[in-house]
């Protein structure tokens, strides 16, 4: 009987040519589209039980945020409040060996991994990632990390829709989106908003909103939050009274706020960066030990202000219901861009979707205090600026600005501040736009020099074929031929990729490296031939616009191009990035 790998391998290759057959818009994307959903919306539950573990381990309670001074951790009673300390650091200790041994990729923030990964990776991302990195981010905030649950859970999430796509043999076109999907159950379950993870999903991950892929995260996000609902229950994420503005005129103190909000979150992007750019600099050990060393620097700001302990919730919460005063507020805004930015320094896991929420809020209501002193008429609205300014915070600092007025409507279900939250929304991202050409997700990106947003040149294409562009392709492989002779001509070859045939020359997919090695891992390969693991692989049309297979050819990085195939499916051509540059370089 074939093995467990070789059945796989089989499985996948029939699961490839019917999602072929059937259209990317078909069931059998809406059927990984829900499974997708399904499995984020219990990765992001479990998650949440993850975190809530940890923190009562490092701290011996359930929130240290939501506690009063700074109480004993009834496991080191004799330590009395200075095990804030060492929290962090026992805490790095753990993580950062994990981290820097399995999955690098864990590190950080999180979502502009998977931003590059659909644009650059065709939606690959390593399945470890999602274990590594839920148990580096619930270590890191158990232990005081002062970020987000919310990053981590889009890369987990996204790395099982790419692991659940990959296994079924989907094309890069459906793979995206299955990452896609992914992201927005995360978002959809942990903060019961699933409109909120489509729109995330669409304005920030994909960067697009096809009627395609809207359909399956759609579907997706549904699914996560049925389960989030289930389990976790049917509430507003951040149960708060009711808040209304009933002044017209008092839309322009909201714009005003749109403008300190939008300039707010572009300072937290830029003081993330420089403090990252400093602890690079000062760090010379070996790096799995960074968090370790610089968790004792974290421990000393939690110390001295332990509302900074984890992502810190109840204190956001308490900052809208007008409960700090207006030199706490400030004191708690400034210390949250520190306490982020050192945490994700240090080299932390964690997101920076909650910061900006948190910082938002303490920015808002502060705004709001200010305001009631110098218009007496606003006395009482601390909590409507406190909310409209998390979200215009975080279209400051994201640019997303459909995702920022959503996301707040669904996390507190008040619906009257709708009007102000879109107008405040609007003008920060309006100034973030001025103020930086990058967002705080992109920025880590453009660092790398890898620009998401550039201008790519068309004009030169137009008029263009396939046909035109392509060269003779790699050496094709028999779909009949062993598996492991098949490894053996890809290594000899000086290709990362081959087009695999039918005995009548129709392409029935494309052999790497990656998927060779993966399937010959097991020891029972006995029958298993390079058909049944190859992928589908988007081949153009000899007919097909250049223009228009431009991007699928750019986002080709584990076959370095696509394969041509003319009307009857028959192998012709390849076109890879060198051919198009040729013929960039030849029209200009």
């Given at each position: 009987m074939p093995s467990a790998s070789v059945r796989g391998a089989r499985w996948r290759s029939a699961a490839s040519a019917v999602g072929d057959r059937i259209g990317v818009g078909s069931l059998y994307l809406v059927g990984l589209a829900v499974l997708v959903g399904l499995g984020a919306g219990l990765a992001a539950v479990g998650f949440r039980w993850l975190i809530v573990g940890a923190t009562q381990l490092f701290s011996g309670t359930a929130d240290y945020a939501a506690t009063t001074g700074h109480p004993v951790n009834p496991w080191v009673p004799w330590l009395g409040p200075a095990f804030i300390v060492l929290a962090p650091a026992v805490g790095g200790l753990v993580y950062g060996p994990l981290v820097h041994r399995f999955a690098r990729e864990a590190?950080?923030?999180?979502?502009?991994?998977?931003?590059?990964?659909?644009?650059?990776?065709?939606?690959?991302?390593?399945?470890?990632?999602?274990?590594?990195?839920?148990?580096?981010?619930?270590?890191?905030?158990?232990?005081?990390?002062?970020?987000?649950?919310?990053?981590?859970?889009?890369?987990?999430?996204?790395?099982?829709?790419?692991?659940l796509g990959t296994l079924a043999g989907s094309s890069e076109s459906q793979l995206r989106t299955l990452v896609a999907c992914g992201a927005a159950g995360g978002i959809a379950a942990t903060f019961n908003a699933p409109l909120a993870g489509v729109f995330f999903a669409l304005e920030l991950i994909l960067r697009d909103f096809a009627a395609r892929s809207f359909a399956a995260v759609m579907l997706s996000s549904i699914a996560a939050s049925v389960v989030g609902r289930a389990l976790l229950g049917n509430y507003p994420f951040l149960p708060l009274p009711a808040f209304t503005v009933s002044d017209p005129g008092e839309m322009l103190v909201f714009a005003v706020l749109g403008l300190v909000a939008g300039g707010v979150g572009v300072l937290f992007s830029k003081v993330l960066y420089a403090i990252e750019d400093a602890c690079d600099w000062l760090w010379r050990g070996p790096e799995w030990l960074r968090p370790a060393v610089g968790g004792l620097l974290l421990g000393c700001l939690l110390l001295a202000i332990p509302q900074m302990y984890g992502v810190g919730y109840p204190v956001l919460q308490n900052s809208i219901l007008g409960r700090y005063a207006l030199p706490f507020l400030?004191?708690?805004?400034?210390?949250?861009?520190?306490?982020?930015?050192?945490?994700?320094?240090?080299?932390?896991?964690?997101?920076?979707?909650?910061?900006?929420?948190?910082?938002?809020?303490?920015?808002?209501?502060?705004?709001?205090?200010?305001?009631?002193?110098?218009?007496?008429?606003?006395?009482?609205?601390?909590?409507?600026?406190?909310?409209?300014?998390?979200?215009?915070?975080?279209?400051?600092?994201?640019?997303?600005?459909?995702?920022?007025?959503?996301?707040?409507?669904?996390?507190?279900?008040?619906?009257?501040?709708?009007?102000?939250?879109?107008?405040?929304?609007?003008?920060?991202?309006?100034?973030?736009?001025?103020?930086?050409?990058?967002?705080?997700?992109?920025?880590?990106?453009?660092?790398?020099?890898?620009?998401?947003?550039?201008?790519?040149?068309?004009?030169?294409?137009?008029?263009?074929?396939?046909?035109?562009?392509?060269?003779?392709?790699?050496?094709?492989?028999?779909?009949?031929?062993?598996?492991?002779?098949?490894?053996?001509?890809?290594?000899?070859?000086?290709?990362?990729?081959?087009?695999?045939?039918?005995?009548?020359?129709?392409?029935?997919?494309?052999?790497?490296?990656?998927?060779?090695?993966?399937?010959?891992?097991?020891?029972?390969?006995?029958?298993?031939?390079?058909?049944?693991?190859?992928?589908?692989?988007?081949?153009?049309?000899?007919?097909?616009?250049?223009?228009?297979?431009?991007d699928l050819v750019l986002a080709a990085a584990d076959t370095d191009g696509l394969p041509v195939v003319d009307g009857q499916g028959v192998l012709t051509g390849w076109l890879d990035t060198k051919h198009v540059l040729r013929w960039l370089v030849a029209s200009t």
């Open positions: 590190r950080g923030h999180g979502v502009p991994e998977v931003m590059y990964a659909v644009a650059r990776k065709g939606g690959r991302i390593k399945g470890r990632v999602a274990v590594v990195k839920a148990l580096a981010s619930a270590l890191t905030i158990g232990s005081g990390g002062s970020v987000g649950r919310e990053g981590p859970i889009v890369q987990i999430g996204s790395a099982l829709g790419s692991r400030l004191l708690l805004t400034v210390a949250k861009v520190v306490a982020t930015s050192l945490t994700i320094g240090i080299g932390g896991s964690g997101g920076v979707f909650a910061p900006s929420l948190f910082i938002g809020a303490t920015t808002g209501a502060a705004f709001g205090q200010i305001a009631a002193a110098a218009m007496p008429s606003l006395a009482g609205q601390t909590g409507a600026f406190a909310l409209v300014g998390m979200g215009a915070v975080f279209a400051g600092s994201t640019r997303a600005a459909i995702t920022a007025g959503l996301i707040i409507f669904e996390l507190t279900g008040e619906y009257t501040l709708i009007l102000p939250l879109l107008l405040a929304v609007i003008v920060a991202t309006a100034v973030s736009a001025l103020a930086s050409r990058d967002t705080i997700y992109t920025r880590k990106l453009l660092r790398r020099g890898i620009d998401l947003s550039a201008p790519q040149q068309r004009d030169a294409l137009h008029g263009l074929t396939v046909a035109q562009a392509m060269t003779a392709p790699p050496q094709p492989l028999a779909a009949a031929l062993p598996a492991r002779e098949a490894a053996a001509a890809l290594a000899e070859s000086a290709s990362r990729a081959a087009p695999v045939v039918d005995g009548a020359g129709r392409l029935a997919g494309v052999a790497t490296a990656a998927v060779l090695a993966e399937g010959l891992e097991d020891d029972d390969v006995a029958g298993l031939t390079v058909g049944d693991l190859a992928q589908s692989a988007g081949a153009l049309r000899e007919a097909d616009g250049l223009s228009a297979g431009v």
